[in-house]
T-cell receptor, first 117, second 115 residues
Framework: KAGVTQTPRYLIKTRGQQVTLSCSPI?????VSWYQQTPGQGLQFLFE???????NKGNFPGRFSGRQFSNSRSEMNVSTLELGDSALYLC????????????????FGPGTRLTVT | AQSVSQHNHHVILSEAASLELGCNYS??????LFWYVQYPGQHLQLLLK??????LVKGIKGFEAEFIKSKFSFNLRKPSVQWSDTAEYFC?????????????FGKGTKLSVKP
């Protein structure tokens, strides 16, 4: 079974631009989550999508948005890029879990390294 | 707000030494617990997980972790480390109450194993 794939792997953008990152989950996984990884803040949750709906959102400004398509593929968009947005953006997919029985583990992609200059 | 604390930022060991990495979380409800590893240049991989049942869980590559509910801890252990264990290790927690939760990660512990 193929793993989580993310494109592109590397991006260089300038301040003020916008960027779209793409994630294809493992086949059969319907939940897709996005995380930002930086040396200073570590791994921080951005948002989670399930069945094309955002179910959960972290503490990031509205410049960060996402969406999920009917085939579970997901994109995240960052508008008006700032230098501080330079990070590794990770996508993770998982099977659907439940509050009662617990959640399945998340499988991570290789990430997209975004550099903002 | 719930948080995850990993006490050691960087651990340096010689091969064959024993390893214990600490992890504490702040949430008082029911949680699922995970340890992930990130080898240099590779993506995050699941080492082991705790959902319920036996609090001592075994993972891949000889790693194990013990969930101690009264201490809100989920420490990672390995009896004898190898040079190939050099990596960054992340503890993560997800709440099981309410709607689908999200993983809360600790800041990570870098492990360097000297050959």
């Amino acid at each position: 079974k193929a793993g989580v794939t993310q494109t592109p792997r590397y991006l260089i953008k300038t301040r003020g631009q916008q960027v779209t990152l793409s994630c294809s989950p493992i086949s059969g996984h319907r939940s897709v989550s996005w995380y930002q990884q930086t040396p200073g803040q570590g791994l921080q949750f951005l948002f989670e999508y399930f069945s094309e709906t955002q179910r959960n959102k972290g503490n990031f400004p509205g410049r960060f948005s996402g969406r999920q398509f009917s085939n579970s593929r997901s994109e995240m968009n960052v508008s008006t890029l700032e230098l501080g947005d330079s990070a590794l953006y990770l996508c993770a997919s998982s099977l659907e879990g439940s509050a009662e029985y617990g959640y399945y583990e998340q499988y991570f992609g290789p990430g997209t390294r975004l550099t903002v200059t | 707000a719930q948080s995850v604390s990993q006490h050691n930022h960087h651990v340096i060991l010689s091969e064959a030494a024993s390893l214990e990495l600490g992890c504490n979380y702040s949430y008082g409800g029911t949680v699922n617990l995970f340890w992930y590893v990130q080898y240099p240049g590779q993506h995050l991989q699941l080492l082991l997980k705790y959902f319920s049942g036996d609090p001592l869980v075994k993972g891949i590559k000889g790693f194990e972790a013990e969930f101690i509910k009264s201490k809100f801890s989920f420490n990672l252990r390995k009896p004898s480390v190898q040079w190939s264990d050099t990596a960054e290790y992340f503890c993560a927690v997800i709440r099981t109450g309410g709607s689908q939760g999200n993983l809360i990660f600790g800041k990570g512990t870098k492990l360097s194993v000297k050959p």
